[in-house]
């Protein structure tokens, strides 16, 4: 096996939800495999704007191209605006992360229908309009790498997360459709299965942190280096004859009953 398979030299990638911290980390780890990273925010919010920025300032560091945008990921034109914007700046795209995040816990009859559609739109809707608006290009190339990046709350439920556990499952299963869909185009579709990680948004402090880590068999949260490195190797050449799968790196937490 050599190692030049897995470099990613000449690549184009767009990692939509940059800004999170398992998005960052799947950007750097792009760009230090080799990849220009096009990297979005998933919402109009200044604050994701200001991670967002500073997730490129390293990926330039490392001498790679990068460009921001801030989006709205659950809009259908501006997220066809930023498709278009990448391919025009570099010709192709080869890699599509999705890695949106919008944490939401609440009892089920006391969620509003609004609040409802806000998370499947957030977490499901929006990798639907990414990889629709990122087909053409690919189906053109005849190649492409998707990678959906879940929480480990699609495979195993969780008291006040229907509508979270709902989208994350809902992302899982089209990953599997879009596999079927586009096999004999050169497109692989898979997605990682993240558990618990450093810096994740619905670990809001240390007490919760301490809890997480006490169900997880590894009795650690994961970092999200060992999230992202799982990224590189799906987008690379080394793994044209995967698809439809889904990596699971949960610390055993799918294992325990």
Not at 86 to 104: G, H, M, Q, R, Y
Request: net charge negative; proline share 2%.
């Amino acid at each position: 096996m050599s190692l030049e398979s897995f470099s990613l030299a000449g690549k184009t990638a767009l990692v939509v939800g940059a800004h999170t911290a398992l998005g960052r980390a799947a950007a750097i780890a792009l760009a230090e495999a080799g990849a220009d990273v096009v990297v979005t925010t998933t919402s109009l919010n200044s604050r994701e704007s200001e991670r967002l920025s500073a997730c490129a300032e390293v990926i330039r560091s490392l001498t790679r191209k990068s460009i921001t945008h801030t989006l709205d990921s659950t809009n259908e034109a501006d997220v066809a605006s930023i498709l278009q914007q990448t391919v025009s700046e570099f010709d192709k795209l080869d890699i599509l992360v999705n890695a949106p995040d919008l944490p939401f816990a609440k009892p089920l009859a006391q969620i509003s229908l609004a609040e409802w559609q806000r998370v499947l739109n957030e977490n499901l809707t929006s990798v639907y309009l990414t990889c629709r608006a990122a087909s053409p290009t690919m189906l053109a190339q005849q190649s492409g790498r998707i990678i959906n990046i879940v929480s480990v709350l699609g495979e195993r439920g969780m008291a006040n997360g229907s509508a979270y556990c709902a989208a994350q499952a809902g992302v899982l299963n089209l990953t599997r459709a879009l596999s079927l869909e586009w096999a004999r185009n050169g497109i692989t579709v898979n997605a990682i299965g993240a558990g618990w990680a450093e810096g994740m948004g619905m670990i809001a402090d240390e007490q919760l942190k301490q809890q997480l880590a006490r169900y997880v068999p590894n009795k650690r949260l994961a970092q999200p280096h060992e999230i992202s490195d799982a990224v590189v190797y799906l987008a690379s050449d080394s793994t044209g004859f995967i698809t439809g799968q889904t990596i699971w790196l949960e610390g055993g937490v799918l294992s325990r009953l």
